[in-house]
């Protein structure tokens, strides 16, 4: 997804370096983000979440948001 790219560059370098033995030295360069960045199909499934586990809503969205800190979409979303 255009303007995300970095998001899904940044996990993927992060995931190398937390396994730096078990992933090839080109693992991050060989993650495409068209391919595994995250868009609208996130988007619902966390409405899907929140509408199947209402009384959890706070810490749905507030998990959601430490994934995923660059999605401006949920950062106006606050629930108690």
């Given at each position: 997804?255009?303007?995300?790219?970095?998001?899904?560059?940044?996990?993927?370098?992060?995931?190398?370096?937390?396994?730096?033995?078990?992933?090839?030295?080109?693992?991050?360069?060989?993650?495409?983000?068209?391919?595994?960045?995250?868009?609208?199909?996130?988007?619902?499934?966390?409405?899907?979440?929140?509408?199947?586990n209402p009384a959890?809503?706070?810490?749905?969205?507030?998990?959601?948001?430490?994934?995923?800190?660059?999605?401006?979409?949920?950062?106006?979303?606050?629930?108690?």
């Amino acid at each position: 997804m255009a303007g995300r790219s970095w998001d899904v560059t940044k996990r993927a370098e992060a995931v190398k370096a937390l396994f730096p033995d078990r992933l090839p030295s080109h693992f991050a360069e060989s993650i495409d983000p068209a391919k595994h960045g995250w868009g609208r199909d996130s988007h619902n499934e966390l409405l899907r979440l929140i509408a199947a586990n209402p009384a959890q809503r706070g810490i749905i969205i507030a998990t959601y948001k430490a994934m995923f800190p660059g999605d401006a979409w949920v950062a106006a979303i606050n629930f108690p």
